[in-house]
């Protein structure tokens, strides 16, 4: 797996719009923020463009993509925001470049899209908060945006969280991959589907029903996505609705029994999603998850 360099003051990000429309007023604190951490900040040419609800159209937005890819000063690309539209460019992508100058790439939710297609090209990506999220709920650094830069910088990364009944013990010191539910659900049967095999996977999810997420889960075990893991984290699971006709179980049932003829450790629980706390994941390197009686850890091993 390639592990893009570590960027540092005077290093030069690029933030893109590949999927849904955004607001300047959602992005500038963020690339006010890192020009005071020394970062030469960029945006893309079509970065606020709006194109009914994509940011600009599709080939405004995979210029802007393939621009900062391509880009060999660059040393990391943090899309602004999620929502939808990445899937349209994907196949239409030139990483001939990339490789042979790669960096950082920064986002989660729709942007899983990227996430699979360059962790297949055993390329390392961060599943981390965006501009949009920066400073959710206050004008503070939050822990979210912190940890994301941790991980950028290079640094030593442990994660503790308190254990849950649902949880499963035990222990895994694997790759760790994954993303947006829906997403990886939907990446199925294509070149960008992801291999889960002896890797630890985290999964997580907005604005669904639970039977949506039941079909999922079970379409990732139909397509032997559970069946291998080295583990599991659940991150959240935010705004999930049900029918008036009750579907009769919690997120954690549905998972719990779907993965009950395997043996590996099962964490939910992982702030890492849509919430105001989302803690960054580096996919492709390798954790170390200990799910004990009392607590759960996750520790990044360079």
């Known amino acids: 797996m390639i592990i893009p360099p570590s960027i ?30 020394g970062y030469k900040v960029e945006t893309g040419t079509h970065v606020f463009a709006q194109h009914f609800q994509f940011a600009g ?15 060999p000063e660059c040393n990391a690309i943090i899309c602004s925001r999620g929502g939808y539209g990445t899937v349209r460019l994907v196949d239409k992508l030139d990483f001939t470049c990339f490789r ?56 030593k990364v442990t994660y503790k969280l308190k254990n849950t009944e ?29 291999s889960t095999d002896r890797k630890i996977l985290f999964i997580e999810e907005i604005d669904e029903y639970l039977y949506h ?18 583990g599991l984290i659940i991150g959240d699971f935010s705004n999930i609705k049900d029918n008036d006709s009750p579907f009769g179980q919690t997120i954690e049932e549905i998972i719990r029994e779907a993965v009950e003829d395997y043996d590996y450790p099962v964490c939910f629980g992982f702030p890492a999603g849509h919430e105001r706390t989302n803690r960054a994941l580096m996919f492709g ?18």
């Not at 005077?10 to 923020?33: D, H, L, N, T």
């Not at 499963?168 to 049967?189: D, F, K, M, V, W």
């Open 8 to 37: 540092k003051p005077g290093s030069k990000i690029r933030i893109i719009s590949p999927a849904g429309k955004i607001k300047k007023e959602y992005v500038e604190p963020a690339i006010e923020w890192l020009r005071t951490q």
């Open 166 to 194: 649902s949880n499963r013990p035990g222990y895994a010191n694997a790759e760790l991959t994954g993303g947006n539910l829906s997403i990886l659900a939907s990446l199925q049967g294509s070149r960008y589907d992801i």
């Open 285 to 302: 390197q390798k954790w170390e998850l200990q799910v004990g009686q009392q607590q759960t850890t996750l520790e990044i091993k360079y």
């Open 213 to 230: 997420i039941d079909r999922m889960i079970h379409q990732l075990k139909l397509g032997g996505k559970l069946k291998n893991l080295a």
């Open 100 to 155: 042979k100058n790669p960096k950082w790439l920064v986002g989660f939710s729709d942007i899983t899209v990227l996430h699979s297609c360059l962790n297949l090209q055993k390329i390392a990506t961060i599943h981390g908060v965006m501009p949009r999220y920066f400073f959710e709920g206050n004008r503070n650094e939050s822990g979210s945006l912190l940890s994301m830069m941790h991980l950028i910088t290079g640094s």
């Open 57 to 71: 159209t599709d080939e405004q937005r995979l210029n802007d993509l393939q621009t900062a890819l391509d880009d």
